[in-house]
């Protein structure tokens, strides 16, 4: 039987997997936690009633054999930053998944060749990561957008009345998401009996934002030695205000350069491997013994042509970073 039948079979059961996967991923709004905080909080009802019904075996087993490595804090903290419903064990399962899909795709695409199809093991492997960070990027500035809103909400609750919990709580209830889902999260463990200043520090740990720390600082210290919070809080927002006003004007003025860098990065690389699907013969040369011999020239002109574009790409990343 011929062996390219086994990989067409494996890889389309490997894509219907995928497929699968993420519509249960998307189609849950909320994680198996939230839920059963918000079945205690809500009805009083034992959180361990609830059972998860998107459980797996294969990824349960993958999620306790990894729980106690640093590497599987690094990836649940990644997937709580950028919002995605996903065990370490699904997340091993899905970059798995990617890394046999993607080097399947290249080995046809390139008319069965194995480069390609390393090639494409080695982008499927980097794809999932690539996507959890580009969550989480996003999320980060809509939660920066939104966290000046948010504070001058919490000053009219106060100014009002309220205590800081109550008026986090009607962050949670009148602010948009993800702000209100972060929230939500922190009144749910205070009244679980964590303390706020843990809560806080959580808080802090799911969105790595310097705005969100400075306000969890200024929070902090006034339950400690006292003072106006209001004040605080409201000259803390008239800052955030005006340094998300400017780190807009300053993504706008940096656009340019910003793709400039990721589109000259990918030109020669994409360059490269259409040469390959057209004229392997061509680009092979590089790799023939002819043009190593006595010295390796063409393998060390295609090492350099790699080392010069990531220089390229880091230095116009690096003019284009400004700090604010």
């Known amino acids: 039987m011929d062996p390219t039948l086994f990989l067409w079979i494996g890889g389309a059961l490997v894509v219907i997997a995928v497929v699968v996967g993420v519509i249960l991923t998307l189609s849950s709004q909320r994680s198996a936690e939230e839920k059963r905080l918000d079945a205690f909080v809500d009805a009083g009802i034992d959180v361990n009633q609830k059972a998860d019904e998107r459980t797996s075996v294969v990824s349960d087993w ?55 199809a390393v090639l494409g093991a080695l982008l499927g ?7 959890i960070r580009s969550q989480s990027s996003r999320r980060l500035v809509r939660f920066n957008n939104q966290l000046s809103d948010m504070l001058s909400l919490m000053v009219n609750g106060l100014r009002a009345g309220f205590s800081t919990l109550q008026a986090m709580e009607s962050v949670s209830k009148e602010m948009p998401a993800p702000i209100c889902d972060e929230f939500r999260r922190v009144v749910q463990e205070v009244s679980l009996g964590v303390t706020t200043e843990h809560a806080l520090d959580n808080l802090v740990r799911r969105i790595p934002s310097d705005d969100l720390e400075l306000v969890v600082t200024a929070i902090k210290v006034q339950r400690e030695v ?5 004040e605080i809080l409201d000259t803390i927002s008239h800052t955030i205000r005006e340094r998300v006003r400017i780190k807009g004007e300053i993504r706008t003025l940096t656009a340019q350069m910003r793709y400039s860098a990721r589109l000259l990065a990918l030109l020669p690389v994409g360059l490269f491997l259409a040469i390959y699907l057209l004229n392997r013969e061509y680009i092979m040369t590089l790799f023939s013994p002819e043009s190593n011999s006595p010295l390796p020239c063409g393998i060390i002109a295609v090492i350099l042509a790699i080392i010069l574009i990531i220089l390229g790409y880091f230095v116009m990343e690096r003019i284009a970073k400004i700090e604010v």
């Open 62 to 116: 993958l999620s306790r054999k990894v729980a106690k490595s640093s590497w599987s804090d690094k990836v649940s903290k990644e997937l709580a930053q950028a919002d995605i419903k996903m065990k370490p064990g699904e997340f091993i399962l899905l970059t798995i998944a990617s890394v046999l899909v993607v080097a399947v795709l290249g080995y046809f695409l390139g008319t069965k060749s194995y480069l390609l």
């Open 125 to 131: 492997f980097f794809l999932p990561r690539m996507y």
């Open 226 to 230: 006292g003072g106006n919070l209001a």
